[in-house]
């Protein structure tokens, strides 16, 4: 009895892909997902509030211990990252798609480490102390000083937007692999879509 071929939609169903990525490099890059966004959005919405108020300097402290969060779990996903190699890229990837996402994961840990280290170099500068979750104050490696404050500043607000079109288009390509490709790429990193 001869078989039917197989439909359109069934030759583009999205492979599953043994090769995901584990469960701690799963959690880690959502929760420092979340956690830049958050970052962002609160460093958007305090820097528009006029003056010192309290409410303002509150939102900073947030916004600092949102940032160190990110920089302790972006040491933690560097060093998983090192010990544990992302997987192979998915069957029929071009060549050039897999050495630029390896070059945009790069950039991205980089900023996922510059970006908060810049903020918190810049607290420094200022001269004002970074007390971590209000319970552990950061060390101050270095004196007050404007001029650093300065070149801390324009460095943290240029990686921020830096970082900002990066995750656009991290996203952007993530959709494509999902929505256009149907490669099964972005299902390694959303465990439930399995």
Same mark, same amino acid.
């Given at each position: ?61 947030? *916004?600092? @211990?949102?940032?160190? %969060?990110?920089?302790?779990?972006? =040491? #933690?996903?560097? $060093?998983?990252? &090192?010990? +544990? ?70 460095? *943290?607000? @240029?990686?921020?937007? %830096?970082?900002?079109?990066?995750? =656009? #288009?991290?996203? $952007?390509?993530? &959709?494509? +692999? ?17």
């Amino acid at each position: 009895m001869p078989h039917a071929a197989p439909s359109d939609a069934a030759l583009r169903a999205p492979a599953i892909d043994d090769g995901a990525y584990g469960k701690p490099a799963i959690a880690l890059h959502w929760i420092i997902a979340l956690l830049i966004f958050a970052a962002f959005g609160l460093g958007l919405y305090m820097t528009d509030i006029p003056g010192f108020t309290p409410t303002k300097l509150k939102l900073y402290s947030y *916004h600092k @211990w949102v940032g160190i %969060t990110v920089l302790i779990l972006a =040491v #933690l996903r560097v $060093l998983w990252r &090192l010990t +544990h190699p992302a997987p192979a890229p998915v069957a029929g990837m071009p060549a050039w798609q897999h050495k630029a996402a390896e070059g945009a994961h790069i950039v991205l840990y980089l900023l996922i480490l510059a970006v908060p280290l810049t903020g918190y170099l810049l607290s420094v500068a200022a001269g004002i102390k970074v007390v971590y979750l209000g319970l552990w104050e950061l060390p101050m490696p270095f004196d007050k000083s404007d001029a650093l404050k300065d070149i801390f500043h324009e460095a *943290h607000e @240029w990686l921020n937007w %830096t970082m900002a079109t990066i995750v =656009v #288009l991290h996203i $952007l390509a993530a &959709l494509k +692999h999902h929505i256009v490709d149907r490669d099964g790429t972005l299902r390694r990193m959303l465990p439930f879509l399995r």
